[in-house]
């Protein structure tokens, strides 16, 4: 048997979610009691999100609704990389919070040696923002999988792509 076996490691979000989570998280922000008659707004821009509002307290508590409907969503958290507050118009304060996609290439780099350290009959190869791990064994890929998701990473790391 020559064919080799793959799979793709990635690091990707469902935009689809995130627009649910977004739109469940601004209804609980409008219909609460502590934000009644408070400027409390989140919008999403390209590769971000905006958190205003009036005081920190309500940017915290916008930040932690919009993480647990995220949550309830299934989107793993570490997508999101929040800023620190700053001063916007009219006494309000703004807080980005950018979203994180794909592999960084110094990300890319790191992965591919610790896996051909563990694993020397893996082949790895960076492809942009995601890597191609292929092997002639399905047991040499899984074992590459089960030691990547016990790496503690700032990134959700998806495997798709099975072949």
Do not use: C, W
Request: glycine letters at 4%.
């Amino acid at each position: 048997m020559a064919t080799d076996f793959s799979f793709d490691v990635v690091s990707d979000f469902d935009q689809q979610e995130l627009v649910n989570a977004l739109d469940q998280a601004r209804r609980e922000i409008t219909t609460r009691y502590d934000f009644k008659n408070v400027t409390a707004d989140i919008t999403q821009e390209k590769e971000q999100l905006v958190l205003l509002s009036d005081s920190d307290m309500h940017l915290r508590a916008m930040l932690d609704v919009l993480q647990s409907k995220l949550h309830r969503r299934g989107i793993d958290l570490k997508i999101l990389d929040p800023q620190k507050p700053e001063d916007a118009a009219r006494g309000n304060l703004r807080q980005v919070v950018k979203l994180r996609k794909g592999i960084s290439d110094e990300l890319g780099r790191d992965l591919n040696k610790k896996i051909r350290a563990a694993h020397p009959k893996v082949q790895v190869r960076i492809e942009g923002d995601k890597l191609r791990v292929s092997s002639k064994e399905k047991d040499m890929l899984q074992g590459v999988i089960r030691d990547l998701r016990a790496l503690e990473l700032d990134v959700p790391l998806q495997f798709t792509n099975y072949r």
